[in-house]
Structures are given as structure tokens and as C-alpha cells.
Nanobody, 111 residues
Framework: QVQLVESGGGLVQPGGSLTLSCVVSGHIFDDSVMSWHRQAPGKQRTLVAGITPISSKNYVGRFTIWRDNGKNTLYLQMDELKPEDTALYYC?????????WGRGTQVTVSS
């Protein structure tokens, strides 16, 4: 059974940083495309950053996504956070054309 559990969210001041984690169980980590998405209240869920099975790290503006295959964990480092980054952040794994989602971790950027 595939399970994704996100953690690391919280309240941070503008300009601060956070690192999110997503632990994946179910023996699908190594050969899956993985990504982080976010959804703000009243808005659609959008892609933040993704990473393929052959990549170890990607940089997307203020965000860095990387994977640790040995720990079955996906990470998202977010720097220079802005109030508009406030959202529920979800981890996604796509394996054999099936999408798996975690329940999300809340990130709130506010002074």
C-alpha cells in the first residue's frame, strides 16, 4: 500500500525559509516521478517543483527539490518566503501512470 506523509510546514515570517519532507512507503520511490504542489484557499492546486527518477536535485526559482532514495524521502526547501506562498503543500508520486497524494502540510507566511 502506497502512503505519502508530509511534514515540516508551519508559520514563518516573510523572507524566512522552510524545508518540507515527504516520506513515501510502498516500494515505488526509486522509479517514480515526484513533485510538490500547493493549494491556497479558493484557488486550484498548482505544481511547485518536480523531479524525475534520474535527477537528484532541481532548482525552481526560490525553491529546491531533491530526493533521498535511501530514505524514501522527498524534500522541498523554500527560501525567501512571501505571503503569497501561503498554502497547503502536497507531495505527489506518479508511478505507472497512477498519482498518489499525501494529505498536505500547511505553510503560512506572515509577520
Amino acid at each position: 500500500q502506497v502512503q505519502l506523509v508530509e511534514s515540516g510546514g508551519g508559520l514563518v515570517q516573510p523572507g524566512g525559509s522552510l524545508t518540507l519532507s515527504c516520506v513515501v512507503s510502498g516500494h515505488i520511490f526509486d522509479d517514480s516521478v515526484m513533485s510538490w504542489h500547493r493549494q491556497a484557499p479558493g484557488k486550484q492546486r498548482t505544481l511547485v517543483a518536480g523531479i524525475t527518477p534520474i535527477s537528484s536535485k532541481n532548482y525552481v526559482g526560490r525553491f529546491t527539490i531533491w530526493r533521498d532514495n535511501g530514505k524514501n524521502t522527498l524534500y522541498l526547501q523554500m527560501d525567501e518566503l512571501k505571503p503569497e506562498d501561503t498554502a497547503l503543500y502536497y507531495c505527489n508520486v506518479r508511478h505507472n501512470n497512477i498519482d498518489y497524494w499525501g494529505r498536505g502540510t500547511q505553510v503560512t507566511v506572515s509577520s
